[in-house]
């Protein structure tokens, strides 16, 4: 059965540290696709990035970097100098053979000024 | 940009309510979602549709219907409100179904309190 597993449930680092998400997914599936979502305190879910599982190659966004690894079926998400606005519950996700999402349960993470 | 609105943010019922969470979508897409989120239980399938009139179950269908009648439009139905209903709602949209890499877009959520 499919299952994405986010081991860390709160975070808590000083603004400017640099901090990093796991998620650790299972599937049976040879392609499936991943995600990052964020939800800040307002509430809606924001999605951040997908990756496809044919595609290992790491990605990055300003801050924001995604280190996926079939060998050890991760898919982690790092912040470099974080800042308080990165304060939210981060949420991985991976589609199932009828193209659900199977959610993690959410990583909280709080900057601290 | 995609924009998923929803007709509450917050909600406050009385158990054996009936209640109608409404949520629109305006980028036409075919698919359309509700959640529960939970407090350690991350977010959890209560219905999707496919298409117009079209629906299916998610992991917990029971105590909710859905009406689609409309492309743009799902609604989320509490056919008598229960204490253990009270939770929030998001709904989502996504735009095709058949296709692993369809990322949903989130509305703002609906925190629903049932007394």
């Known amino acids: 059965a499919q299952k994405v597993t986010q081991a860390q449930t709160e975070i808590s680092v000083v603004e400017k540290e640099d901090v990093t998400l796991d998620c650790v997914y299972e599937?049976?599936?040879?392609?499936?696709?991943l995600f990052w979502y964020k939800q800040p305190p307002s509430g809606e879910l924001v999605f951040l990035i997908r990756?496809?599982?044919?595609d290992e190659q790491n990605e990055i966004s300003g801050r924001y970097s995604w280190n996926f690894q079939k060998s050890t079926s991760s898919f982690n998400f790092t912040i470099t100098a974080s800042q308080v606005v990165d304060s939210a519950v981060y949420f991985c996700?991976?589609?199932?053979?009828?193209?659900?999402?199977?959610w993690g349960a959410g990583t909280k993470l709080i900057i601290k000024p | 940009d995609v924009k998923v609105t929803q007709s509450s943010r917050y909600l406050v019922k009385r158990t054996g309510e009936k209640v109608f969470l409404e949520c629109v979508q305006d980028?036409?897409?075919?698919?359309m979602f509700w959640y529960r989120q939970d407090p350690g239980l991350g977010l959890r399938l209560i219905y999707f549709?496919?298409?117009?009139?079209?629906?299916e179950k998610g992991d917990i269908p029971e105590g909710y219907s859905v009406s689609r009648e409309k492309k743009e439009r799902f609604s989320l139905i509490l056919e008598s409100a229960s204490t253990n209903q009270t939770s929030m709602y998001l709904c989502?949209?996504?735009?095709?179904?058949?296709?692993?890499?369809?990322?949903?877009?989130f509305g703002p959520g609906t925190r629903l309190t049932v007394l």
């Open positions: 989502a949209s996504s735009l095709f179904m058949r296709v692993g890499h369809n990322e949903q877009f």
């Open positions: 980028m036409d897409h075919e698919n």
């Open positions: 549709s496919y298409d117009v009139k079209m629906k």
């Open positions: 599937t049976r599936d040879t392609t499936y696709y």
């Open positions: 990756r496809n599982s044919f």
């Open positions: 996700a991976l589609t199932d053979s009828n193209y659900q999402l199977i």
